[in-house]
């Protein structure tokens, strides 16, 4: 009961993190919206199947959960917003060659994988039967 009530809570933080990252371009969305809908699978059947059959986000976190797919146009906009993020990174902060470089190496490793991702099949895009 009280694990079942922690996945909950951590599922509506992580949704409203997710909420929070649609409307601010430099914070992801997808990946608390992931995180949501696995935390909801721990704790509430009904809100997983709330967020996989939502009409704007079900069909990424399906394409995700299916086939480890990520949309192209989702890449881009990742891409876009950790280039966005190391950019604002190194105007404020100004940061040292040392944690420069290593930011840096982390954003690319972390655009390396979003690319790397294989894109959704028309499969993916189906909204599942309750």
Not at 43 to 55: D, G, M, T, Y
Not at 60 to 71: F, H, K, Q
Request: charged share 15%; glycine share 10%.
């Amino acid at each position: 009961m009280l694990r079942r009530s922690g996945y909950l809570v951590l599922g509506f933080l992580m949704l409203a993190l997710g909420v929070i990252g649609a409307v601010l371009p430099v914070m992801p969305t997808t990946i608390f919206l992931i995180l949501a809908a696995w935390f909801f699978g721990r704790s509430s059947p009904r809100l997983e199947a709330w967020l996989l059959n939502h009409r704007r986000f079900g069909p990424s976190l399906r394409a995700w959960r299916e086939e480890g797919a990520i949309p192209r146009r989702a890449k881009l906009l990742a891409c876009l917003g950790m280039a966005s993020g190391y950019g604002i990174f190194f105007i404020t902060v100004q940061p040292g060659l040392w944690l420069a470089l290593g930011v840096a190496v982390f954003m690319l490793g972390s655009a390396f994988y979003v690319t790397t991702r294989p894109e959704p099949s028309a499969q993916a895009d189906k909204v599942p039967r309750q």
